[in-house]
């Protein structure tokens, strides 16, 4: 088992590969079992590393399946076999190498490989399984402080590879410096998960179960006033019984980065004054933050330039996402900037008096290694300065690598945003987040499709890792282009396979029936996912139970066609 050892460092410029357990610049401590691995490396002298990774031997049949769990929350995450083929970037005429390196921010396409059939990658954890059967075999890392780990299989080349993501990582002689701590469990899915998460990771029942409400932005983007939202929590009060939380996202601040500057044209009373009135139906109040990024026309931007990222190969500043018109990252090491983003939470959730904050672009922070420490731990220590600067109060993560926030963070996204097109429809006068939101352009960007596999195939992670958010399912009919069978579809996922349940509609604007089928996708019921794998190209069949009785649902992700049976 793992017989092959391949690593590259630096010593000192020159570039060292080496397959032995000694090298020139190291000494490495590997035990493997049928139970566990267990790698320590030993610098013998100051290094640099590039990339260590362990390889053995393994067979692949037809009905063997690999759990290829993505990079981060939004990355398409599912089963595969070996005639199957995990697509990247888009590759196709009229891309060009602005919208390439646009679609690769949010992803590890940087340093990771697509494209190749029967070829997969897994970030923390995976799992082997055989169709049809509910035994698994999952491999899973402890955490990932010191480097995201990576488990890869070649299918059909017969190769299983457990790699440790440590490019740029630095360590001086006589450090010890701990690659795997893996387990390996064998059993029934439940008990695996159980066992991994509960047992090893170490992860307590997150402190969240169940929320259902509202957010706003798949119907207004950044488009929200003070008006819109105060008319929309109204309108949820034929449904209030199976509501508890109400969230404002993005739109409500001058510029992204500017949190504590409230856009008083669209929202002349200020943050606290939505607060308070969310409080008085009843509902926990949540807000949308992403806390790493500078818009780059921000005030925060302009004025403390020195508390922003740059690249390690040209040192200007570094963009984590395009939008906003580009924003750049906030470097947590900076102690002015770490500050600054205490001093935020401590209004919002303090003075403003919100509940729950909605944590968004986290994966920027890690984009590239700094400072000697490689992507993982950076992201890890992203995550502690957001749960000390937010104490006890909720936090529900987005967009980011989940094998850092599990068991920290109270509420996680597990899929892409959900796009208002359930196909991609060209029509006069589509706007520019329809567009970009309809097509594949990569595993992270809008899709309803990915959504709802991601939803399926991640369920394992609610009530363990974290509570579960699939993101919205639809029931309105303007501006968005779906029937009415896949808006129904998407609801029932999302409530069988996640337990925080938001709609973006104007639910005042809803007649009987739509209130019924809301509180009906929004009441807590007791749902458990027996099986789910691929019956078909695009069709996916999902067993499970509610409250105690079982029922199949098979449907086709391409059509949106659904058929729900009672098992007996």
Not at 22 to 30: A, I, Q
Not at 258 to 267: A, G, I, M, N, Q
Not at 369 to 380: A, L, S
Request: charged share 30%; proline share 2%.
């Amino acid at each position: 088992m793992f017989e092959t050892i391949k690593s590259q460092l630096y010593i000192g410029k020159t570039l060292v590969q080496q397959n032995e357990l000694e090298g020139r610049g190291f000494t490495v401590k590997l035990e493997a079992s049928k139970e566990s691995i267990k790698c320590v490396l030993v610098a013998k002298t100051d290094i640099t590393m590039k990339s260590f990774e362990i390889e053995t031997e393994k067979d692949f049949d037809d009905d063997d399946l690999f759990f290829a769990n993505g990079y981060q929350a939004w990355t398409t995450s599912r089963e595969f076999s070996k005639h199957d083929t995990f697509k990247g970037l888009i590759k196709a005429a009229g891309i060009n190498k602005f919208l390439k390196h646009f679609a690769g921010l949010s992803g590890d396409y940087h340093f990771e490989s697509y494209g190749e059939q029967g070829k997969f990658h897994a970030y923390t954890y995976c799992y082997f399984r055989e169709k049809g059967e509910r035994e698994i075999k999952l491999y899973g890392s402890k955490h990932e402080r010191t480097g995201f780990t990576i488990f890869a299989v070649d299918m059909n080349g017969e190769k299983f590879t457990i790699k440790k993501d440590v490019e740029g990582l630095s360590l001086k002689s006589g450090q010890e410096y701990e690659i795997f701590d893996i387990a390996i469990i064998k059993g029934d899915m439940d008990d695996v998960m159980d066992k991994y998460f509960f047992d090893f990771v170490g992860c307590k029942k997150p402190a969240i179960d169940h929320l259902s409400g509202y957010t706003s932005w798949y119907n207004y983007f950044q488009n929200i006033s003070e008006e819109i939202i105060l008319r929309d929590l109204n309108g949820l009060d034929r449904a209030s019984d199976e509501v508890n939380i109400f969230q404002v996202d993005d739109g409500y601040q001058e510029a992204v980065g500017d949190w504590l500057l409230t856009d008083h044209k669209k929202f002349p009373n200020g943050m606290k004054f939505i607060a308070d009135e969310i409080h008085k139906k009843g509902y926990k109040a949540g807000i949308w933050l992403a806390p790493f990024s500078a818009q780059v026309s921000s005030k925060l931007a302009k004025e403390h330039p020195d508390w922003l990222l740059t690249h390690n190969r040209n040192g200007k500043k570094m963009l984590g996402c395009q939008g906003w018109g580009g924003a750049y990252t906030i470097d947590i090491y900076n102690p002015d900037a770490r500050a600054y983003i205490k001093k935020v939470f401590d209004v919002v959730l303090n003075e403003w008096g919100f509940d729950m904050v909605k944590l968004d672009f986290l994966y920027s922070q890690c984009i590239e290694p700094r400072n000697g420490k490689t992507r993982g731990e950076i992201m890890c220590d992203g995550v502690d300065l957001l749960r000390e600067a937010c104490g006890d109060k909720w936090i529900l993560g987005c967009g980011v690598p989940i094998g850092a926030c599990m068991g920290i963070f109270d509420a996680c996204r597990i899929s892409c945003d959900a796009s208002k097109n359930w196909k991609f429809k060209i029509e006069k006068g589509l706007a520019v987040n329809d567009l970009v939101s309809s097509i594949r352009i990569n595993c992270e960007n809008p899709s309803s499709q990915n959504a709802i596999i991601n939803t399926v195939f991640r369920n394992h992670l609610d009530g363990r890792a974290f509570c579960n958010d699939p993101d919205v399912f639809f029931l309105r009919d303007i501006n968005i282009n779906y029937t009415m069978e896949q808006k129904l579809l998407h609801g029932k996922i999302n409530s069988v396979c996640g337990n925080v349940l938001f709609v973006s509609d104007n639910a005042g604007d809803f007649d009987d029936e739509r209130i019924g089928y809301l509180k009906e996708f929004f009441k807590d019921k007791d749902y458990k996912v027996n099986l789910a794998e691929y019956v078909g190209e695009d069709v996916i069949c999902l067993d499970f139970t509610e409250n105690g009785e079982k029922k199949s649902l098979t449907f086709n992700l391409t059509t949106g066609e659904s058929n729900i049976y009672d098992v007996l």
